[in-house]
């Protein structure tokens, strides 16, 4: 009876624990096998709001100093929970924790709340905060994972908890763990004796892998790819459930993630309509190649629509505007579940998605990705944020692809998430947020940037001004972003560009300050007339700005035309700087602007016609001929003069900032010229620094290395990337290439690497083998190699690489005439393998 009994009382154990488990599989999709809940400054066990077990940091094995003090808050606000915020740990000096996981991806969570602690002064709480990741040692991929990010510097509590009106602040972030421990280190700021760090409570989870990617995600706007690897950690910046409400974390899918509604961020009047899925007639249903715990169901049955009116959905974008910041990649992951069962069959909605005014994809099907009504998907697409100031406004906009004449002019979104992506030094600390300006009509660029937090009603109060009382200095902004032309009355679908709202009809509204006076100021109807209407056979390219037509004027002379698509690419800023840049200067080797239309919100460009085109269509991907060696480095002199010019040739020196092959076109007589000034900058005169703060621009593959770390912009910028031109034109490839192996995809990069192994002549254009006299080819290389420096100050300047381009156009001509001897790079030889730099 007795071990009848035992069976028993075993037999009910195990069937409540598989109760148990099959409730947690049902109510929660992911179960981590690891995950701390420390409880900082607290000695007791105690449950959360969503009776988690926070664990107690004192005595605990995870406290690696003993220079730091417990303390309980003084005050607690009604929105802050108890747990884990009314207890903290704080120190003038270093104090860190070391938890032993297992390696792999793990999610941390940092928690804190502005409070005083200890009589200490909340203002001094200035500190930063490292993660160190991984053991010395090299993983199975033959590499080191980076020992440490950077995940908050200098950060204020104060100032931070004053900009966003949270009660409480939530940073959470993504990293990889190569090793047996993650150890958290918080440091205060030297800036300050009386500087001190604390923290409130720390969350350490494994996750599974549904952020990262590393076979390369597009660029928006660019053919570049971004790899969201082990070596990238993430912090994730918004969470929005789209049409729903908020998602706490219990009812999530296992990662215990906040989920916040969309009303604070969206933009303009016209907000569309919130959808919810009919329970009895669409039932949420994940595809077998999704996981259950990418996001929760709640996230998936409710969407936000543009509404049920076609020819007012035709007029608007359904916008959110959310604030991030500067200088960083973003991984945006945008989530889609038709919730309407009349939505079933493909080509019923379908919609444009632009993200900081790039397209990222256009006529998105919800149905024909998915195939049924019900069905979640999601994708991820990367931006680069640039701009001036800590924070700029990331556009997320959506508008019925007209082009196709979808069914419904509509589109639909269910769920935003957005990542900050480390930079290359590894890190992820950004400027502390600057408070919002007292007034009634809020500026958009002063938009707050959100973390996941705890928000008081201040908060929305605030936001709903930026998105409400806004709205009139808002209205010029707008139209100038999103507003295009629109000529009649009766228009069918087919007649408008995809993604294209009506204008504004208004004249003048962001070129008022334009030169006129410099350059040849155009009527829209010339413009038209110059075009044929901009008819697509006098299409000559699609660029960051917009598409370019041939055109004449003036009865019969060819120009250029260049008509702005601020929905595609580049905007109102960039405009203004090619007019003004190019208003001023006068070179053989710059492309001429001969004048610009700014009438009905267009914004059109016109230059000398360049019959020959792009550098690059010469080089690859183009069914034209190869140019001969000779006529290349003349066409690399001409480039070189015209950037020596532009950063000697003036008062103020002149930084390009995006040098690349497509950038340097060919007239008639293959003159080269650098065009595209949009993104130039006027650089610091002899007597100031030799850099100027910039937030990152450019093309991916050109960049210079160490802009993209310090934001520090300089001449040498250019010359950097004139290196990877250099390089093109040698080895007749892209500056970056995803379709070969990963070592071999930066040009830059595989040409640095080649020259270490000695075997660099192997890669350039076999067209040219046996066609360059060994002593150019050397000086070329040695130029070519300088340029591509990784620090500036061993790059050459401008003028430098000008001498020795001439050089090595001299040692050519030497050699053709029969002096340097037979034109041939012998594999082996020592001097062409390994160039001597200089």
Not at 326 to 331: P, S
Not at 531 to 544: P, Q, S
Request: net charge negative.
């Amino acid at each position: 009876m007795k071990n009848a009994n035992r069976c028993f009382s075993v037999f009910v154990l195990i069937f409540v624990s598989l109760a148990s488990s099959i409730h947690l599989f049902f109510a929660a999709n992911y179960i981590p096998s690891e995950q701390i809940l420390l409880n900082c400054g607290e000695s007791s066990i105690l449950n959360d709001s969503d009776t988690r077990s926070w664990t107690p940091d004192v005595g605990s094995k995870f406290l690696l100093s003993a220079k730091s003090l417990t303390s309980k808050a003084t005050t607690q606000d009604p929105l802050v929970p108890k747990v884990p915020y009314m207890t903290a740990r704080l120190s003038h000096f270093e104090f860190s924790y070391r938890f032993p996981v297992v390696p792999g991806r793990m999610l941390v969570r940092l928690h804190f709340y502005l409070n005083s602690y200890n009589g200490h002064n909340a203002t001094d709480a200035v500190f930063s905060v490292t993660a160190y990741n991984r053991l010395n040692i090299t993983n199975d991929r033959f590499f080191l994972l980076p020992a440490s990010f950077t995940l908050l510097r200098n950060f204020s509590i104060a100032q931070t908890t004053e900009a966003l009106s949270y009660a409480y602040i939530i940073k959470e972030y993504l990293i990889a763990v190569d090793g047996e421990t993650l150890t958290i280190k918080f440091t205060p700021s030297t800036n300050s004796s009386n500087a001190y760090a604390f923290v409130n409570g720390i969350e350490v989870i494994s996750v599974p892998d549904i952020y990262y990617n590393d076979i390369g995600l597009k660029l928006v706007g660019q053919d570049s790819l971004i790899f969201v690897d082990n070596n990238t950690a993430l912090e994730n910046v918004y969470r929005i459930n789209v049409g729903g409400n908020d998602i706490s974390p219990s009812g999530d899918t296992g990662l215990f993630r906040y989920w916040y509604n969309d009303q604070p961020y969206l933009y303009g009047e016209t907000v569309g309509v919130t959808v919810t899925a009919d329970p009895s007639k669409t039932l949420i249903s994940y595809p077998k190649d999704m996981p259950t715990y990418v996001a929760p169901k709640n996230v998936y049955s409710t969407a936000r629509s543009m509404g049920p009116n076609p020819q007012i959905n035709k007029n608007y974008n359904l916008t959110w505007i959310f604030s991030v910041d500067v200088g960083f990649y973003y991984l945006v992951r945008l989530h889609f579940c038709e919730v309407q069962a009349a939505i079933n069959q493909i080509n019923q909605r379908k919609f444009n998605i632009f993200l900081g005014n790039g397209t990222a994809e256009s006529g998105v099907d919800v149905i024909r990705w998915v195939k049924h009504t019900g069905v979640p998907v999601y994708k991820d697409y990367v931006v680069i944020v640039g701009g001036e100031g800590p924070q700029q406004d990331l556009w997320l906009a959506l508008h019925p692809n007209l082009s196709e004449q979808p069914q419904y002019y509509d589109a639909i979104l269910n769920g935003v998430e957005i990542f900050k992506l480390s930079d290359t030094d590894y890190n992820l600390a950004g400027a502390n947020p600057i408070s919002a300006p007292k007034q009634d009509v809020v500026d958009p660029s002063k938009a707050l940037p959100s973390t996941h937090a705890g928000k008081s009603n201040k908060q929305k109060a605030i936001i709903g001004g930026l998105v409400g009382g806004g709205l009139v200095a808002l209205a010029a902004i707008g139209f100038c972003v999103f507003a295009v032309n629109w000529h009649g009355k009766d228009h069918s679908p087919s007649d408008e560009p995809t993604g294209q709202l009506p204008n504004t009809n208004t004249t003048g509204s962001y070129a008022s300050s334009l030169p006129s006076n410099l350059c040849r100021h155009f009527s829209f109807s010339e413009m038209e007339a110059a075009t044929k209407n901009f008819d697509e056979a006098l299409l000559l390219g699609v660029g960051g700005f917009g598409k370019v037509y041939e055109g004449e004027i003036d009865g019969g002379m060819k120009v250029a035309i260049k008509r702005g698509n601020l929905l595609y690419g580049q905007g109102v800023h960039e405009f203004q700087t090619e007019i003004e840049t190019l208003s001023k200067l006068r070179h053989c080797h710059l492309v001429s602007l001969i004048g610009y239309c700014e009438e009905n919100s267009e914004m059109i460009l016109v230059y000398d016609y360049m019959a020959h085109g792009t550098l690059r269509g010469h080089l690859y991907n183009a069914q034209k001929p190869p140019l001969p060696w000779k006529q290349r480095l003349e066409i690399c002199i001409g480039a070189a003069r015209g950037l020596h010019y532009l950063h000697t040739g003036s008062k103020h020196p002149i930084i390009h900032r995006d040098v690349k092959s497509t950038n340097i076109l060919l007239d008639e007589k293959w003159v080269a010229k650098v065009s595209d000034f949009g993104l130039s900058k006027t650089g610091p005169t002899l007597d100031q620094t030799d850099h100027l703060t910039a937030s990152v621009k450019g093309s991916f593959g050109y960049l210079d290395p160490e802009y993209v770390r310090r934001q520090q912009l300089t001449m040498k910028s250019d010359v950097y990337s004139f290196g990877v031109v250099l390089f093109e034109v040698i080895c007749a490839r892209p500056a970056l290439n995803t379709a070969l192996a990963h070592e071999q995809m930066n040009l830059a990069e595989w040409a640095i690497c080649c020259h270490q192994k000695g075997n660099l002549d192997k890669i350039i254009d076999p067209y040219l083998k046996g066609k360059i006299a060994p002593e150019c080819f050397k000086k070329f290389v040695e130029t070519a190699l300088k340029c591509i420096s990784d620090q500036s100050k061993e790059r050459p300047s401008m003028g430098d690489v000008l001498w020795n381009l001439d050089c090595a156009l001299q040692l050519q001509q030497s050699a053709e005439e029969g002096i340097g001897g037979k034109m041939d790079i012998q594999e082996g030889s020592s001097s062409m393998q390994n160039p001597v730099i200089p």
